[in-house]
């Protein structure tokens, strides 16, 4: 038997204070639709509950407008039913999980509300509506979502890369075993977790304040797809990368991350431009190999800072005494804008690998012990600390415009 409630009355088939068009049979060889309308009072939330097996494959359900629909599902009924709403000003509710197999359309938002794991197919999801979780549930799914996903809960990538294309108000945790791709702007509203996904954004994030980005079990990659296109991730909130974890730069363009940095893992520019403008704390690795990696403020912590082939780090407010500047490679570069407030240490300095001191007039160099001294006639405007087998020899020293170049001699 189907049972129909609400906060004014109870009503089996029809009846106050609304109805069903026609019955539905309770033996039906072949679907047909049925029409739920508001009768008397249209301001009410309805709950349809307890749709009985007997049903299932007999009737989809379609809902007139001018009230806010909840539908409790099980978890075959969710897979079975179809539910088409008016507009905006329906919303639907599905309980309970279950697999989002037909059509889903004509709402405003649809909240999937655990406990419990709503399996989406991409091509039975509705266009233009939000999907909202709450309650602990869990979207799970692959293909191309092209409706904005909201509230908290888990969104679990699953047979198959799954691509959220509406963009995203999102808190909770992004999970399972391949891809999601962000390709539509979206906010991380309060704390978000990567689990044993890799995740790839292609669009702006905004981080909300006091939200906590953490990066763990796979990669996160900012990609600009575009030569000159500028990636943002802005807000006030802060990036966690645990350690054996990375987030990765790479593309054509410019990734700008306005946020708090905690790095225990690794931080990499893979291509273009990826650029760090806050707070930097790095216990792992800072590394730019094969693109240019930008730090704005100085760099606490004990860790290291990689610079690869062809690659360049640009230091604008300098790094402690904690961190050490590896050259992993030849034609490497490292750009010090206040030369002064770089006090870590430099390894690997060879062949074809630069130092740029901006804003820094320069006259000769002097080395002993470790300590390269730049000189302005007699006054040190630059002392640099190296690890490994130097001489005074080691280094000469050009000038370009106001930018003094240090280069392996």
């Known amino acids: 038997m189907l049972g129909i409630s609400s906060a004014a009355g109870i009503a089996i088939w029809t009846g106050y ?8 049979p309770k033996t039906q060889p072949a679907a047909i639709p049925v029409t739920v309308e508001p009768v008397g009072q249209t301001d009410l939330p309805i709950i349809l509950t307890g749709l009985g097996t007997e049903f299932i494959g007999f009737w989809d359900i379609n809902f007139a407008s001018g ?26 509710v599905l309980s309970d999980g279950g697999a989002l ?11 999937l509300d655990g406990p419990g794991t709503f399996t989406i197919a991409a ?15 869990e979207l799970s799914g692959a293909g191309t979502l092209t409706d904005s996903v909201d509230g908290t809960g888990t969104i679990m990538q699953k047979n198959g890369a799954l691509t959220l294309a509406g963009g995203f108000d ?46 763990s079990t796979k990669d996160f990659l900012f990609d600009t ?9 802005g807000g006030s909130g802060k990036i966690t990368v645990t350690s054996g974890h990375a987030l990765l730069g790479a593309g054509k363009g410019v990734t700008q991350l306005h946020a708090t940095i905690g790095n225990a893992g690794s931080i990499t520019a893979q291509s273009g431009t990826l650029s760090l403008i806050g707070a ?29 082939a062809a690659s360049t780090l640009w230091l604008q407010d300098g790094a402690a005494s904690t961190q050490s500047i590896d050259f992993s490679a030849s034609s490497g570069e490292l750009e010090l804008s206040h030369a002064s407030t770089f006090l870590g240490t430099i390894a690997g300095f060879s062949a074809r690998d630069l130092l740029e001191l901006e804003s820094t007039k320069a006259t000769s160099l002097s080395y002993a012990n470790g300590t390269l001294s730049v000189l302005d006639n007699s006054s040190a405007v630059a002392v640099l600390h190296f690890s490994g087998n130097y001489q005074s020899t080691s280094f000469s020293l050009s000038e370009h415009g106001s930018t003094a170049v240090i280069a392996f001699a």
């Open 17 to 24: 204070p609304f109805a069903l068009h026609p019955p539905p």
């Open 280 to 308: 930097i704390s790095n216990s792992g690795t800072l590394a730019a190999v094969g693109g240019t990696l930008v730090c704005s403020e100085s760099v606490s912590g004990t860790g290291t800072q990689i610079i690869g």
């Open 67 to 92: 009230a806010a629909w909840t539908i409790e599902t099980s978890a075959a009924e969710a897979a079975t039913f179809s539910f088409t709403g008016q507009g905006v000003q329906d919303s639907l």
């Open 170 to 215: 999102f808190a909770g945790k992004l999970a399972g075993g391949s891809t999601i791709t962000l390709t539509s702007a979206g906010t991380f509203a309060a704390n978000t977790t990567t689990g044993a996904v890799a995740v790839i954004a292609e669009a702006d994030i905004t981080l909300a304040k006091n939200a906590n980005l953490t990066v």
């Open 123 to 137: 091509s039975a999801l509705p266009t233009g509506t939000v999907l909202a979780l709450a309650g602990g549930a």
């Open 225 to 233: 797809t575009t030569t000159g296109e500028i990636l943002s991730l």
């Open 101 to 111: 197999g037909r059509n889903l359309s004509g709402f405003g938002d649809i909240l």
